[in-house]
Each structure stands twice: as structure tokens, then as C-alpha cells.
């Protein structure tokens, strides 16, 4: 009786044994479904927001680096003085490069425009319509009659507001910090494009 005793006990701990690894098996189990449920639920919306960010970040930089072309060419305009009794191939040389430098400002000015479209999702109405704005204006300044050095001095002038206004490289820590300073911008930057673009100046420079 006393071995019959001891064979029971055993097959009772062999019982509990075989239960306690069946619960850590389905424990075990129903975590990783879970785990890969929630991986599987949340993925596709983490992947979506990385590409909104990138998207985001893509856009923004495309706007600042076509700004970026426009001041730099537009202080090209602005500089470049053609001396005067210079000799007609001599002159060529400068009227050559003036238009060049135009051509790229309207290049990139069309290049802006198509930026614009892609940023339109990420940033707000009113930077849009300073955006839109200010390539109008400068469509305009450049098919003026104005001289070279007045089309400069004019997108010169306009373009480092409105590129405060949207934000630029460095700037993401300080941005909505700066509430009231891009609010100022924005109205001077208003101011400027709402001036007429068109009005005929001396052409004879060019």
C-alpha cells in the first residue's frame, strides 16, 4: 500500500507538472499573437507617418532651397554693374550672364511653384498664399521693364521676409517661438508684395 501511495503521489505531480507547462505555453502563445497583432495593427500607420514626415520634410526643403536660388541669383542682378564704355562684345558678356541669371530666377521661380503644390498639405493657409504671392511678384518684377539692378534690389529686399516667415534650416527649435517676430514678417512681407512689380523704370542698362 505504502508503493501504491508513493506511484499516486508521483502520477499527481507529474499531473500538476504537465498542467503548469501547458499554461506557460498558451501564456506564452497568446503573447506573441498579441505582440504580433499589435505589430501588424500599428505598422502600417507608423509607416504612414514617417512617410508624412518625410514627405513634409522633402517639401519644406524643396521651398528653401529654391528660395535660396532666387535670393542668391537675385544678388547677382543686384551686383553686377556693367562699367561704362565698354566695347560691344565686352557688353555682350555682361547682357549674357544678366540673362542667364534672369533665367534661372524664373526657373526657379516655376520650380517654387510646383514646391508649393507638395507643401500645401503641411503647412498653413497663410503661408500658402504668401507663397503664392510672392511668386506672382516675382514673375512680375522680372518681366518688368525695370533695370537689371532694380529687379535685384526689389526680390533682394522681399525674399529673406518671406523666408523668415516660413521657417528655415536651424530654425524648427525656435520656430513657434518666434509667434510675434513671423507675425511682423508676415506683415512686412505683405506689404512688399502687394507694391506694383510692373512699373516701367530706365531700361537702357539692359
Keep these: 500500500m505504502a508503493g501504491d501511495r508513493a506511484r499516486d503521489k508521483t502520477d499527481d505531480d507529474g499531473s500538476v507538472l504537465d498542467v503548469t507547462l501547458a499554461n506557460v505555453a498558451v501564456s506564452a502563445l497568446t503573447s506573441a499573437v498579441v505582440a504580433l497583432g499589435v505589430e501588424w495593427l500599428a505598422k502600417p500607420r507608423l509607416e504612414a507617418r514617417k512617410e508624412r514626415l518625410l514627405h513634409r520634410h522633402r517639401a519644406s526643403a524643396d521651398v ?13 542682378l543686384l551686383h553686377i554693374r556693367m562699367p561704362a564704355g565698354l566695347k560691344e562684345d565686352q557688353r555682350a558678356i555682361y547682357v549674357r550672364e544678366l540673362r542667364e541669371t534672369s533665367d534661372e530666377i524664373l526657373t526657379a521661380t516655376r520650380a517654387l511653384e510646383d514646391a508649393q503644390l507638395d507643401v500645401m498639405s503641411v ?10 504671392s510672392y511668386v506672382g511678384f516675382v514673375r512680375g518684377v522680372m518681366r518688368s521693364e525695370r533695370t537689371w539692378t532694380e529687379k535685384g534690389d526689389m526680390i533682394w529686399t522681399c525674399t529673406p521676409i518671406v523666408m523668415d516667415v516660413l521657417g528655415g534650416r536651424g530654425q524648427s527649435a525656435l520656430y513657434w517661438m518666434r509667434r510675434g517676430y513671423r507675425a511682423r514678417r508676415h506683415r512686412q512681407a505683405t506689404a ?3 507694391g506694383d512689380p510692373g512699373e516701367p523704370g530706365d531700361h537702357t542698362a539692359e
Design 123 to 132: 503647412t498653413s493657409d497663410h503661408n500658402i498664399e504668401l507663397l503664392a
Design 192 to 194: 512688399l508684395l502687394r
Design 64 to 76: 528653401r532651397r529654391q528660395l535660396d536660388t532666387i535670393l542668391f541669383d537675385a544678388g547677382k
